[in-house]
């Protein structure tokens, strides 16, 4: 028999490919999802005989570089759960901010938003729950993605009308838009190599990557289409690769969007392209 703090210690340092911090954070997560364990209670006594299977088994896919958001079948995003699977990206603390700053600088009730690539649908979710009677839209090329995406509005009680749509070949019919905002796949095949395998093995390339040839080609074919979704004065919201801020700028800029600008998320890289249409 062992504390939780003994236990914590022990099963994190099993964990080599994480920090040692990290790896502390995940197990606690593990127990805390399995146990309803609280690191208050980390003088108690925890009983490994006791523990379901289930822990042991997630336990060793955790060992395998799997997110733990995938293990546990959801993550967190703006102070709410989200269902995840294989078939959607894991909700970033990046798109966090870019959900914040949309609620922040859009006050007015009523307002017609439509989400491009919506994945887990944390986007248009939280928009729908955190601002004044919205209309809110969304999309996704992946059917599965949007199974998920429906279940998530579904369970958080939000409004939000989900379609498919390939918006490489498609417009979605939500004109008169206040508001188009977009999180596309962003990261050049080339880059791979930098990444970490954990993101490789698990994460759905389909929306990660966009082929070296034309990196920027979700955000002008979006750019593009908002030109015709978005109401005059309507507002153009992008997540962007840190690599191209300049780039999209000047794609906003060449479309004829005014009050571009690209700001820095809260590591200091770039991270969001606004514009007026
Ligand atoms: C970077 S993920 C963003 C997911 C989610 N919005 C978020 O922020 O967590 C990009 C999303 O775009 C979707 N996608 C990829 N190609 C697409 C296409 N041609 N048309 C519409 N959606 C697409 C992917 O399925 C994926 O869900």
Known sequence: MSTFQELLSSWASKLSIYEKQEAESLVSWLLEHHLGWRRTQILDEANEDTFPSKLFEDFERLKTGEPIQYIMGKGPFYGREFLVSTATLIPRNETEELVHMIIKENPKAGLKILDIGTGTGC???????????????????SEEALEIAKKNGDALNAKVTFSACDILTQTPD????????????????????????????????????????????????????????????????????????????????????????????????????????
Not at 125 to 131: P, V
Not at 178 to 197: A, F, G
Request: glycine content about 6%.
């Open 123 to 141: 986007i248009p979710i939280s928009l729908a729950l955190e601002m004044k009677s919205p209309e809110v839209f969304a999309v996704d090329i």
């Open 174 to 277: 939500v004109p008169e838009l206040d508001i188009l905002v977009s999180n596309p796949p962003y990261i050049p095949e080339q880059e791979k190599t930098q990444m970490h395998r954990n993101v490789l093995d698990f994460e759905p390339g389909l929306a990660l990557f966009v082929s070296n040839d034309d990196p920027l080609i979700f955000y002008r074919t979006i750019a593009e289409k908002g030109k015709q979704l978005l109401k005059s004065n309507g507002k153009l919201y992008f997540e962007i690769n840190e690599k191209y801020g300049k780039e999209v700028e000047d794609v906003l800029k060449n479309l004829g969007y005014s009050d571009v600008q690209v700001l820095k998320d809260l590591n200091g890289k770039d991270r969001i392209a606004v514009g007026r249409s």
